[in-house]
């Protein structure tokens, strides 16, 4: 059995190799120069990783410490830009009130206050030993 993808969905993945992964690294960079122009939240979060982020390297806590603390930072981008992409696509499937739409929307903002609650007490916790 082919591991391609059916159809023309084969045609339409482009480049392999190396060059494929550079097509990665410029629709990601895209992505984020997207995200940073277009979502005041991902700003937002972006600015406190930038305040956060230095700090937990200058705090006085284990090494294992300070990347739970960094990899809670980076947790709220990541699911923000995950919500961005969820909200974007509803906006363009529909601009008309569907109660799925509210619902995805909702579930999205949820996660991203979930990982923004997770920071202070991870902080906590490392902090308290």
């Given at each position: 059995?082919?591991s391609?993808?059916p159809?023309?969905?084969?045609k339409l993945k482009g480049k392999?190799?190396?060059a494929?992964?550079?097509?990665a690294?410029?629709?990601?960079?895209?992505?984020?120069?997207?995200?940073?122009r277009?979502?005041a939240?991902?700003?937002?979060?972006?600015?406190l990783?930038?305040?956060?982020i230095?700090?937990?390297?200058l705090m006085?806590v284990?090494?294992?410490g300070?990347?739970?603390m960094?990899?809670?930072v980076?947790?709220?981008?990541?699911?923000e830009l995950?919500?961005?992409?969820?909200?974007a696509?509803?906006d363009?499937?529909?601009?008309?009130?569907?109660d799925?739409?509210k619902?995805a929307?909702?579930?999205g903002?949820?996660?991203v206050?979930?990982?923004l609650v997770?920071v202070?007490?991870v902080?906590l916790?490392?902090w308290?030993?």
């Amino acid at each position: 059995m082919s591991s391609e993808p059916p159809g023309d969905a084969f045609k339409l993945k482009g480049k392999t190799g190396l060059a494929r992964v550079m097509n990665a690294f410029g629709y990601s960079c895209a992505g984020l120069r997207a995200a940073w122009r277009d979502e005041a939240a991902f700003r937002q979060e972006a600015l406190l990783a930038a305040l956060l982020i230095p700090l937990a390297f200058l705090m006085p806590v284990s090494g294992i410490g300070k990347a739970l603390m960094i990899a809670s930072v980076l947790l709220v981008l990541i699911v923000e830009l995950l919500n961005s992409a969820v909200e974007a696509l509803a906006d363009r499937v529909s601009s008309e009130r569907h109660d799925l739409i509210k619902k995805a929307k909702d579930i999205g903002s949820a996660a991203v206050f979930v990982a923004l609650v997770n920071v202070p007490v991870v902080w906590l916790l490392v902090w308290l030993g």
